[in-house]
């Protein structure tokens, strides 16, 4: 999936929002998609809320359903990469700010461009974080360098993103896009019943006590042994070639 305003580096605005999110669930539900990769087109991967045109809509009249929407597409911004049943990557090509760093940290596996640069911007001007913010980056970093990021609105360069487990790896700007695909194909080749169950667990492991999730994984892996696809892995590492998953 492409972010498409490179004009607006690829700032979020409401067509962008009302886009994304129903072509996640697409994907989410496509037995033909394994993996989703999302990056920017253009020098972006995305400049968070188009305050442009954010603030040319200030003055109008809202409606109660939006007044007394308590997520906003901020938060169905993040409930949608995380409720999404395949591994979804952040591809960041370029500047990732506010609510687009936020979109990036949502995914599940992040890599970085090596001109590429991210912030969580907000403080600057003026805002606390949203899109998940809050949750996702203390998760990645912990809280006391999440704290520092967010007070200070500084930029974060691929070294220290990766050194800091922002991202998963920086890639050159040459191969950038040949090494994502790369790891995206490697990936899908995986067992897409195994893949979605493991990505349940990783969300649930974020709120559960120990004892309930050991009974999700037994649950879990009961599951994947009723699958062809753990025959065929079975199999295919006794004939020491690799297996062909196929997801049933």
């Known amino acids: 999936m492409t972010l498409n305003r490179p004009e607006r580096l690829n700032a979020i605005n409401d067509t962008l929002s009302s886009q994304l999110q129903p072509a996640l669930k697409d994907a989410s539900s496509d037995d033909e998609v394994r993996v989703i990769v999302i990056t920017g087109k253009g020098r972006g ?8 045109d954010r603030s040319a809509r200030l003055s109008e009249r809202k409606t109660r359903h939006k007044q007394l929407d308590e997520l906003g597409w901020v938060g169905r911004q993040a409930l949608s990469l995380i409720e999404c049943d395949k591994p979804v990557i952040a591809a960041i090509n370029g500047v990732a700010a506010g609510a687009g760093l936020a979109l990036a940290l949502a ?5 970085m461009s090596e001109s590429a640069k991210v912030t969580t911007g907000y403080i600057r001007r003026g805002l606390s974080p949203d899109a998940g913010m809050c949750y996702f ?9 999440a704290a520092e990021l967010i007070f200070t609105g500084r930029e974060i360069l691929p070294n220290e993103a990766e050194q800091i487990g922002l991202v998963n790896k920086v890639f050159s700007n040459e191969e950038f896009d040949e090494r994502v695909i790369k790891f995206a194909k490697e990936l899908a080749e995986g067992p897409p019943i195994a893949l979605t169950l493991s990505k349940r667990l990783l969300k649930a492991s974020e709120e559960a006590d120990l004892t309930t999730l050991l009974k999700q994984e037994l649950s879990s892996i009961k599951t994947c042994f009723e699958t062809k696809d753990v025959k065929e892995g079975i199999q295919a590492f006794v004939e020491k070639r690799k297996p062909l998953f196929k997801g049933e």
């Open 45 to 52: 991967f995305c400049a968070g809320l188009d305050l442009k």
């Open 107 to 111: 995914c599940d596996l992040r890599f």
């Open 137 to 145: 980056l203390p998760r990645l970093v912990g809280k006391t360098k």
